[in-house]
T-cell receptor, first 115, second 117 residues
Framework: AQSVTQLDSQVPVFEEAPVELRCNYS??????LFWYVQYPNQGLQLLLK??????LVKGINGFEAEFNKSQTSFHLRKPSVHISDTAEYFC?????????????FGTGTRLLVSP | DAGITQSPRHKVTETGTPVTLRCHQT?????MYWYRQDPGHGLRLIHY???????DKGEVSDGYSVSRSKTEDFLLTLESATSSQTSVYFC????????????????FGDGTRLSIL
């Protein structure tokens, strides 16, 4: 079974600093990868997705992620964070052979941006 | 926002009582999902549906049942609620891969916060 590891449960960072949130997945076969963001008391919102093609994926709100097949990683980055980026971020993986988006989620990383 | 409505948004109930949560979609998507979110566990799949009357178990299905009698509605039932089922429950929808324009990921509702005392 697939699994997703988010190595950091919490990442504190100052405003305008760069940030990287780490995600590793277990499957060695073809996968789809996603990052979702959850603001307090809300549902999950898609930040970006990797289905195929270019390994550098750009998403909303200035976030990007790089798919690295050899390291089975899909780390999320932003060059300069804002206070409003404070939220919880979830990495997720699905197996495209299932024909639909049956997602397995990581445990989440809480990003705390301070002035 | 994707047209997903979860009801109720909040519920407090007692151990041993039955509870039903509803997810309603207006997108006509084929797939619907129920997740629970708990600290330190992320989101875990409870059940999912791949069509009317077609459902299957997810990772944490014990103690839960589901029904889908119409495309737009997916119900999650706790037959006899226990305190370990206190959680935030999310519904999600998606379309099948291969359908034109369907390479879209799951869209989530705003969640139901369920407390079982």
């Amino acid at each position: 079974a697939q699994s997703v590891t988010q190595l950091d449960s919490q990442v504190p960072v100052f405003e305008e600093a760069p940030v990287e949130l780490r995600c590793n997945y277990s499957s060695s076969v073809s996968v789809y990868l996603f990052w979702y963001v959850q603001y307090p008391n809300q549902g999950l919102q898609l930040l970006l997705k990797y289905l195929s093609g270019s390994t550098l994926v750009k998403g909303i709100n200035g976030f990007e992620a790089e798919f690295n097949k050899s390291q089975t990683s899909f780390h999320l980055r932003k060059p300069s964070v804002h206070i409003s980026d404070t939220a919880e971020y979830f990495c997720a993986v699905s197996d495209p052979s299932t024909g639909f988006q049956k997602l397995v989620f990581g445990t989440g990383t809480r990003l705390l941006v301070s002035p | 926002d994707a047209g997903i409505t979860q009801s109720p948004r909040h519920k407090v109930t007692e151990t041993g009582t039955p509870v039903t949560l509803r997810c309603h979609q207006t997108e006509n998507h084929r797939y619907m999902y129920w997740y629970r979110q708990d600290p330190g566990h992320g989101l875990r799949l409870i059940h999912y549906s791949y069509g009317v009357k077609d459902t299957d178990k997810g990772e944490v299905s014990d103690g839960y049942s589901v029904s889908r009698s119409k495309t737009e509605d997916f119900l999650l039932t706790l037959e006899s609620a226990t305190s370990s089922q206190t959680s935030v429950y999310f519904c999600a929808i998606s379309e099948s891969i291969g359908v034109p324009g369907s390479n879209q990921p799951q869209h989530f509702g705003d969640g139901t916060r369920l407390s079982i005392l």
